[in-house]
């Protein structure tokens, strides 16, 4: 990673929570390719967690690094199952997300 976050979001709108200062860690011990892929060259760290800011602070809504990715789109397990509790809450008691292979599905 090389580059700042694209745009800073609106208040209320999700997307990763990043941060930069004094606090960043110095990287994985041993695994130089897992740091690049959390703290850009420009000292900005990719938390992989996802949330949103408003009047009243950070508030925390997921993770962005537990994805499916069918066809090339993201897909975030928290999304589908908050969908399904949210349209059948009434004849739905726990909902678990699992990605699996899928022969049309798979990324061309």
Known sequence: MTALPAKQLQPGEVGEICFSG?????????DAENTKKT????????????GYY???GLHFSGRSKLVIKPKGYQVYPDDIANHITEKLKDRVANVAIVGVEHEMLQKE
């Open 54 to 56: 408003d009047n009243t």
């Open 22 to 30: 004094p606090q960043i860690f110095l990287g994985y011990l041993g």
């Open 39 to 50: 703290v850009s060259s420009d000292g900005v760290c990719y938390t992989g967690d996802l």
